[in-house]
């Protein structure tokens, strides 16, 4: 893939840094980490939900924060002082810790999050506030009819 230089982008914007950092991501040359696998699904017009695999972690194992635009999930197995040690002969099913982020647009919030069936799901929904929503502006039809007898009166 080719990576382009945002560099002049930069020098001549202002308010855009989030953009440009999320462009330079994309481009970028890292493998993105494929561990653990997750879906994203749209339920509603503004509702979204994230479903991570998180086979054998439990919800104490299970981190998840909300900060700007940013959404994080950890997983980290804690070690239980006591239990009895095991041979494990094959691991398939992995258990290693992970860090997954996703970015979220502007006015996304975290709604909720529950664990079945070794499955994460994150529930989402995008609020727009009232005053940034598109709104009709009705066109003045009464004011021109006041314009019109003000210049009839003065004729």
Same mark, same amino acid.
């Given at each position: 893939?080719?990576?382009?230089?945002?560099?002049?982008?930069?020098?001549?914007?202002?308010?855009?840094?989030?953009?440009?950092?999320?462009?330079?991501?994309?481009?970028?040359?890292?493998?993105?980490?494929?561990?653990?696998?997750?879906?994203?699904?749209?339920?509603?017009?503004?509702?979204?939900?994230?479903?991570?695999?998180?086979?054998?972690?439990?919800?104490?194992?299970?981190?998840?924060? &909300?900060? #700007? !635009?940013? %959404?994080?999930?950890?997983?980290?197995?804690?070690?239980?002082?006591? @239990?009895? *040690?095991?041979?494990?002969?094959?691991?398939?099913?992995?258990?290693?810790?992970?860090?997954?982020?996703?970015?979220?647009?502007?006015?996304?919030?975290?709604?909720?999050? &529950?664990? #079945? !069936?070794? %499955?994460?799901?994150?529930?989402?929904?995008?609020?727009?506030?009232? @005053?940034? *929503?598109?709104?009709?502006?009705?066109?003045?039809?009464?004011?021109?009819?006041?314009?019109?007898?003000?210049?009839?009166?003065?004729?």
């Amino acid at each position: 893939m080719r990576h382009f230089d945002l560099s002049p982008l930069y020098r001549s914007t202002v308010g855009f840094d989030r953009l440009f950092n999320l462009l330079d991501q994309a481009t970028s040359n890292e493998t993105a980490p494929s561990y653990p696998p997750y879906n994203i699904e749209r339920t509603a017009e503004n509702a979204y939900r994230i479903t991570i695999a998180v086979a054998g972690f439990g919800e104490g194992d299970l981190s998840i924060e &909300s900060k #700007e !635009n940013a %959404l994080t999930v950890k997983g980290e197995k804690q070690l239980v002082e006591g @239990a009895e *040690k095991r041979e494990v002969l094959h691991q398939g099913i992995a258990a290693r810790a992970f860090e997954r982020r996703f970015q979220l647009a502007d006015y996304v919030q975290v709604t909720g999050a &529950s664990l #079945e !069936n070794g %499955l994460l799901h994150i529930d989402l929904v995008r609020e727009i506030p009232e @005053a940034k *929503k598109p709104r009709q502006i009705p066109i003045g039809g009464g004011s021109a009819k006041v314009l019109e007898a003000k210049v009839a009166k003065a004729a």
